[in-house]
């Protein structure tokens, strides 16, 4: 039998067990262990963006990351950005109003990407966020929509958090 | 019986249909809930991994599994030593040779990439694994690597695909202005972001496959073929597909793998193609060339164009890539000759790409009319008016609807095409030279019956049942609108269940034909719901409506009520309580009266032997397109870029823009990676697919692609379809590259005639 080993991993604010092979990567160990199958397989080979996570808040790839590389990190994946009353994150709104997706394979990468892109402050320009967001192919070539949304999310996202800090101060 | 006008624009949202709806699947994609064919949550599954060859010809003398068995986790591995006990299934068309054995894992090698043999085990990383231990000695034999391989030859004529009309050898040497040229296209892929696989799982005779499908009821026939099993015993079932661009609308040899070995080993097979072996699993566009000769007066009026073009194929079938395909239907041409030859070489069987044919066909033709356009000296614009086709020149017959002419003009003065100087290396934008080029793309109107089911329930919701797919076109959407629209009920009320073969029949998602064909099942069957309701509530006894007197009724809004207002007006939900239902079902289907039993089901719904072409009736069907293209070229490193793009689309009616456009887009931006990008690179020596990968073959990414306008000049066309759309999924592609090419001809005086136009060929 092969070998496994066991895994503590704290993925969208929940803690979940599992025992694996050491090579299993996040991306296999989401889909195939933990039925979160949001996060996309694309290639498997750190080409696509598809499988796009982050990892204490920074966007990883997640075809190229072992799990057992990320225990003890904060692990976010499409299904946890949205709030827990269910409203849809501004990107995932925006993903939605711009149509900035067709067959949605793409998407829940694009979406993370997406999110940190703006946290990383790289979605000032319409050229910035191509460039920016230029990791995630989308083969139905929903660029312009993505484009579209990630400028509006990134607006709606800028203006909450200054609400937010606002409220903070007060 | 309701008759029922469908509203009349083509483009601006004027009810349900024709509203711009966002996409009602849009939060299952958003949130990562929409589950794909390799997400399903089946217990016991095992997993199965290709092994493929690494020789183009020859044969497998033994497969040495010893290592592989004996690895961890490994349950079986498949050969070509077993009879995996399948028989071959008909073609697209519903033609099948009596029992002959299929074997999807072959001992004869037709091409370096082929399925040879099978892992299976436990877990996924086992399979991948003990697939390397798998070792395969072959015999080898000649191979021929592509269709410059000097042993190609020059290939068979298609005698099917030969067109013409007039004497065009004779017209041709006889006109003023001759240009002739070749044009080349390499393998292209159709690289859907979601790769292909499945998962199988067999209770008893009863096989459930999760594949990703463009045509759920075509795909079960052909399972239900290779076992021998009863058409009903198979169920494909895929509610989401990650792009398809028709590289999913049939099973594949792995499909059959999987199956058979969930089959023998009695548990749920997975099984994922890899990135790299999606390359040669199935079959992208077919490389082509062609040669075309035009013939003009000075003034520009074609004379002649006769045209000679081939496509590769696999050594052991056909599939003609028709580089005459676009080249009759373009312009007004007395007197024209197309010719089609296939060659066939060490490759997997070439498949459909969006516009197959029309695609590579359309790179020839408005290449070489835009290369006319400088011999004469004539602006390229004007060129294509002066020569517009005010009929089908092949058929003979009128066009149902042809806004050709809208979208050249339009597109033109959106783009701001009179600003442009003709002269090439006359437009420069600092150190870029700047070109502009136009490009006409055509896609014929295919026409299939299919079948819906409508349920109104209790609550007043709305159900539309159908087995037809939604890839991504937005299938799920317009369906809700169609049927919404006839209800009376707002678009959010309607519930679409699709991607299911064991519902109600469609066509295949294929020719850019599937959104008339449901859409014009879901109408009828809606239409048939509502007079039915109509029909409750003013006869049942226990309706308000019954002693009202009135003899219709109307739904709006979700409300049913007397006409002009007097009397009572209920929700539907209200009404069917009242009439003490808890459903309404309709099923209808938009076969023809006299063909509708259960073999014309079966065979309109599985195969393709119904679906009519363009010219059946007496009219001719296509969409139409013109894209206007801006390059900049940067003179000393000869990179391209797509500045701006703008194109106008006659798809007839257009159900729900938003979507439509994001088709269109998506077209034109497979065409720029088509231009400029994508080209499979083959070792001659092995004829393998060397850049088997996204990080080497490359398609567009958000950087490649400049902000793109999108314009319907389409009216309705109701020859073409119930509720007057034409297609919208392929058009859109077709004409982008010559478009691209002829713009980096005027930015630089260099003519590219071989895709991709990269930067060697311009320095
Ligand atoms: S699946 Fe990870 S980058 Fe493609
Ligand atoms: S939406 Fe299909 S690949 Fe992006």
Redesign the interface.
Known sequence: MTRTIHLSLDINGKRHELDVEPRVTLLDALRESLALTGTKKGCDQGQCGACTCHVDGKRVLSCLTLAAQVEGRQITTIEGIAAENGDLHPVQAAFIENDAFQCGYCTPGQIMSAVACIREGHAGSEEEIREYMSGNLCRCGAYNSIVAAVREAASAVTTGIEAKDKVEVA | MTIMETRKHGDAADGMVGGRF??L????????????A??Q?VKNLVHAVLVQSTIAAGRVVAVDAAKAKAA??VLSVFTPEDDLGLLVASDWFGNRPDNQPFHPLPREVSFNGQAIAAVVAE????ATEAAKLVKVSYEETQSVTGLDDPDAGEGRLVDMLSVGWGDAEAAYAAADIKIEAEYRTPREY??????HGLTVKWEGDFLTVWEPSQWTHGMARTYAEWFDIPYENVRIVSP??????GSKAMGYTYSAVAAAAARKLGRPVKL?V??PQTFTAYGGRAATRQTIRIGATKDGVLQAIVHRGASETSVFADFPEQTGAATPLLYAVPNLSTQHRLVPVNTVTPGALRAPGKNPSAFGLESAIEELSYAIGMDPLELRLRNYADHDYQSGKPWSTRQLREALTVGAEVFGWSRRSHEPRSMRDGRQLVGWGIGCGTFPVLKAASEALIRILGDGSVEVVSGAID????TYTILAQTAAEVLGVPAEQVDVKLGDSSLPGATVAGGSMLAGAITGAVHKAATAARDELIGLALNDSNSPFRDTGANTLVIADGRISVPRGEGPSLTLAELMSAIGRDRIETQRNTLPEGANGPEDHKRSWTTMANVQGPTAGDLSMHSWCAHFVEVKVDEDFGTVRVSRVVSAFDCGRIYNP??A???W??????GIGQALLEEGLIDERFGRVINN???DYL?????D?P??QVISVGIPDNDASVLGGKGVGEVGIVGVAPAIANAVFHATGKRVRDLPITLEKLI
Do not use: W
């Open positions: 966002s996409r699947d849009g939060k299952l994609k958003t949130t990562g809930g929409a589950t794909y390799l997400e949550p961890p986790g877990t996924l990383e086992q159709h690289v859907p972001i979601e790769p989401f597909i990650g792009g398809g661009f994922a890899t990135r890839m991504g076109q937005g938003k979507l456009e994001s088709q887009r998506g077209g034109i931006i497979m990968n996204m990080g398609v567009p990414t958000n950087a692609i902000h793109i």
